[in-house]
């Protein structure tokens, strides 16, 4: 079973930029897919981005614009998404979350859906706002 711990959330001036990290222990971290997701206040938890294990294709949710990007570290356990652009409408507890993907053959666009996934961790608060 592996374990998810979030980090390097805080408070960001509009237009600015963060880069969060998520470190996995207790499980092969290249067997799996990850996936970002956000819950703001009053709105229920939504895909941010994801990252296959396989060949690390990424999809990001169309509201985002591009200004987010999401990579994996398979040596050091760690994903790692990068929001740039930020707006106070992102603002709110972003989470990690993992599905055991070995070969990728799960993998597509439905993985920006939570219900994929098996393992999550406790949550970084993101604020935007000057």
């Known amino acids: 079973q592996v374990q998810l711990v979030e980090s390097g959330g805080g408070l960001v001036q509009p237009g600015g930029s963060l880069r969060l990290s998520c470190t996995a222990s207790g499980g092969t971290f290249s067997y799996y897919s990850l996936g970002w997701f956000r819950q703001s206040p009053g709105k229920e938890r939504e895909g941010v981005s994801c990252?296959?294990?396989?060949?690390?294709?990424?999809f990001y949710a169309d509201s985002l614009q591009g200004r987010f990007t999401i990579s994996r570290d398979n040596p050091e356990n760690t994903v790692y998404p990068e929001m740039n652009d930020l707006k106070p409408e992102d603002t709110g507890v972003y989470y990690c979350?993992?599905?055991?993907?070995?070969?990728?053959?799960?993998?597509?666009?439905?993985?920006?859906?939570?219900?994929?996934?098996?393992?999550w961790g406790r949550g970084t608060q993101v604020t935007v706002s000057s």
């Open positions: 990252i296959g294990s396989g060949d690390h294709t990424t």
């Open positions: 979350a993992a599905h055991l993907d070995p070969y990728g053959l799960e993998y597509g666009p439905g993985h920006l859906f939570r219900e994929v996934y098996d393992y």
